[in-house]
Each structure stands twice: as structure tokens, then as C-alpha cells.
DNA sequence: CGCGCGATAATGTATAGATATTATTTGGCT
DNA sequence: AGCCAAATAATATCTATACATTATCGCGCG
């Protein structure tokens, strides 16, 4: 019988070295804190240019999976479960994805005056914002409340778009160039409005992500987004594995 | 006066490269579809090599900020906000970096049968595993309730481990490498055990973790940690800005 | 013994070239 | 026009070498 298995071994050979040198590191023949060969030994073993070896060890390195240090070596890291990445929500291809038809709905639309956030010791001011609120649904039901602030200082083209049918958020990926989104997750009990938008009980439970993003110091957006919370969870994955370098 | 702000221009080549190219697409100079120089325009542009150019291009490729293809070029991706770090709570470092104390109280240690899990069409058979429910506190009152399933055959050692003053989660990980950890996030009522462990009211909403670790295809340990929601929630940080490569 | 200092071993960066791969363009043939 | 094949332009990889940087080692000196 043939064996018709996929090759999957990396076609280039940076990519084989770091390959199988994850494969022993994984399969826990080399543990961590133990030293592993030098770029010099490696070069001699894949018969390569100490190049080449770099570019894999630097690949590893990258990921997380090794420690690397000038004279001392090569080291197998400590695995640390600090953090993992975390899938964000595409709540219209989360909800397709399930064979659910997605629906959106804005109930609210207007200008709000400029406010103040509080961040740690200093206020922060952010000018004028479109306020939507909005809700998303799956086959006609509600699973998302979303408010959404954008502000028109740092995007002047919300000031004018039309989320009548397209919802802000894709609009503004699309729009908007950004650096850097932070999200809270927590769990809430449905307040007054979520209740009514929901079509849940008072104080059912729900996931609550906040998420701010910005361009540089510059907030451009804060989406406060509660998912109904029988029908919505997150999920992050976390390994040395994605491909990176 | 004189400039005190720290030089933060990257020392090297390749990374001032990247960093001069992703200020111009961040700025909005270059938006996405943009094609921007080729590697020869780039090695010209800098008076380098085409290889220092390459790596700090291939860098940038490997965030997703750019997207390179043969004979196409290079272009400014079109920004996705799919994935984001997660930072995965050490609680103990949590609560005392809160300024309370961490108390750690374990509940139930005892063995368990095999038991077979169901992952999507298939059953995954597991084998006897070590569960271990406990409390941790943060000066003195109940944060979270974790069960935890450690699986013996996976790793031996935890038959025997003592739990009775260290969390399983540490231990684990000091003791046995892992691969791959994937984690579900949602908010759920308290339960009758949560009630009854954390000091709430029934029903309150509460943020469930549940986490499950592998080394390889093997299952090692599955935890399943309940917060309170008014107590803990969970951030997630994400901008192409993380130096990788 | 302990301290400092130079040698050394390892990684980090950069260069100039060569070859490979691949998608596009172009030109020729029907 | 339409289609196939060759030229081409871009990235991808690899080599051999050089020099830079830095933590550690080991030796000599007080």
C-alpha cells in the first residue's frame, strides 16, 4: 500500500530545521533548561550555512519556545502560559458559520458632545462622537447589544457614513487604519437595556467585551458589546505552533 | 532644555527599516492596497543589502501588516482584528498585585474513573485522572472555584503530587511541558456548588474559563474555573506593535 | 581567597552574490 | 479574438564571509 499521507515537511530548509527542532523540544526529548547544539554544530549537522541555522533558531525564538543569549547559548524556554490568542469575534461569520442568517439592526443614531474618560490618574478628552446602538441578530433573534462610540475628531468620515444597513464595525475596518485594540471581557448581569434588546430576563447572565481602539495616542473607537451569554462564547488558542518568521 | 525622552529608533538596521515602513502605513501615508517599493527600491533607498530589507520586510509580513507576493509586490494588508493576546490570569499574581492576599483551598482530591470526552464526531478516551476542586481567595473571600482533571496517564507524576498548599496550575506548570492550550470563555449563572463556594447568590453571573492542555495529541489536564463576575475579568491586547522576528 | 580583566565562545547583524520560485505580462500563432 | 508559451519582475531562499556584541570562563595578581 502506498503511502498517500501528505509530505508535511517544510519544503525550504530553514523551515525543516525549525521543524525538527521543535518536534524534539515538543516531544519532550529536550526539556526545558536544557542546552541545545550551537548555530556552529547545527550548521555541520544540516550541512548548511550558519545563516540559515540563524534564521530558524530566530524563528523559535520569536514563537517563544527558546531562549537565546549571547555566549551562554541556546536554551529550551520554560513553557509560561502568560498569554494566547485570542480569537476575535466575527460576529456576521460567527453567525453564518452556524447556518444562522445574520441581521442588523441599529435603534439608535446621533451625535453625542464631547466627553471625558477617566484612564488611571488623567482625564482624557475625545471630542465629539457618533453614538450607534445597535443589535445583531441570529435568524431574527437577538444575541448582541452593541454601543459603539466614534470619534469624529480622529475619524471625520463617521460624521457622514451610513450605518443604516452596514454596521460600524466593519465599516470602520475597512476605513480606518489601526494600531492598537484593547478589550475587557467580563461577566454582567442584563441591565435595563440589554433585557428589552435580548429579549432575556433581568439579570440573566451575559459576556460583556469592551473594546477601545487606537491609531497611535488617538482613541478612534469604544464598541461596548454584550453577548447574549447562552448563545455566544470566546475561545483562545495557545501554542509555540503558528507559523511565525 | 535638553531631550530626556529615550531614543526609541531601533539600533539595527532591519528593524529601523520595519519600523520606518510601519509608521508610514500607520500614519495612513500607505493604506491598504497601497503597493509599496519593491526590495531593490527599498536596498537602494537605505544603502543596504537586499537581504536586511527582506528580513525587515518578511518581519512586517509575518504580523500581517503587509501581505508579499511573488512577481505582484508588496502591499498594505487590509487591517483584520481576528486574533488579539490574551493574557491568561496567574491568579496568585492577580489578586496580589491587587494588594490582597491570595489563600489557596483545596475542597475535593480525589481519583477518578476513565472517562471518555466527545470532541466533535469522535469520543477521545482519556483514562483515570486526579480531580482536584478548590477555592482561591483573595484576603480571605472566595474569587474563583476551579475544577480540575489532571490525567494520569499523560502524567504520571501528578498520582502523587501534594495539593494540599500548592495549586495544581502552577505545579503543572513546572512539571510537565505542553504544546497546545485552548481556552472557552463565557459567561454562565452560578451554579449550586458556585453558590455555595464563592458566596454569592444563585445565579449570578459568573465568568467561566475552561481550559484544556495538550502535549502533542495527548490530553494532559482540563480546568474549569469559575469567577466571580464582579470580582475578575479578563484583557486582551492586540496591535501589529509586538516585536516578532 | 576574591577580584578584575582579557580571552573566548556564542549569538546578532550585515553584505554581496547566486539560484529558485512564482505570478504576471507579453508576444506569437492559430 | 483567444490561447499557449516564453520573457520578466518580483519575492524566497541559500551561501560564505565579516564584523559586532555580550555573557561567561579562566587566569593572574593582590
Redesign the pocket.
Known amino acids: 500500500m502506498h503511502d498517500h499521507a501528505p509530505d508535511t515537511r517544510p ?6 530545521i525549525r521543524a525538527e527542532v521543535e518536534a524534539r523540544i515538543l516531544s519532550g526529548e529536550w526539556k526545558p533548561g536544557d542546552r ?5 554544530e547545527l550548521m555541520a549537522r544540516y ?6 541555522v ?2 530558524a ?2 524563528s523559535l ?1 520569536a514563537t517563544g519556545l527558546i531562549s ?7 536554551v529550551v524556554a520554560r513553557p509560561r502560559m502568560h498569554a494566547a490568542v485570542l480569537t476575535i469575534p466575527d460576529i456576521r461569520a460567527d453567525i453564518e458559520a452556524r447556518g444562522a442568517a445574520y441581521g442588523y439592526c441599529p435603534l439608535l443614531d446621533e451625535m453625542r458632545p464631547p466627553c471625558c474618560v477617566h484612564l488611571g490618574a488623567e482625564g482624557h478628552h475625545l471630542g465629539q462622537s457618533r453614538f450607534v446602538r445597535s443589535v445583531h441578530l441570529a435568524d431574527g433573534s437577538p444575541v448582541l447589544i452593541e454601543d459603539r462610540h466614534i470619534f469624529i475628531d480622529a475619524v471625520p468620515a463617521a460624521a457622514t457614513a451610513d450605518f443604516r444597513s452596514e454596521p460600524p464595525g466593519p465599516w470602520l475596518l475597512g476605513h480606518v487604519p489601526w494600531t492598537v485594540a484593547e478589550h475587557r471581557i467580563a461577566a454582567i448581569a442584563a441591565d435595563a437595556v440589554a433585557t428589552r434588546a435580548l429579549e432575556v430576563d433581568f439579570g440573566t447572565p451575559c459576556l460583556l467585551v469592551e473594546r477601545r481602539t487606537w491609531r497611535g495616542e488617538e482613541t478612534l473607537t469604544i464598541a461596548r458589546q454584550v453577548f447574549r451569554g447562552d448563545a455566544f462564547d470566546l475561545t483562545a488558542r495557545f501554542g509555540p505552533k503558528p507559523d511565525i518568521g
Not at 11 to 16: V, Y
Not at 47 to 52: I, L
Not at 68 to 74: E, V
Open positions: 519544503a525550504t530548509l530553514h523551515a525543516r541545545l547544539p550551537t548555530e556552529t550541512g548548511c550555512s550558519r545563516m540559515t540563524n534564521k533558531m530566530a525564538a537565546r543569549n549571547r555566549r551562554a547559548g541556546t
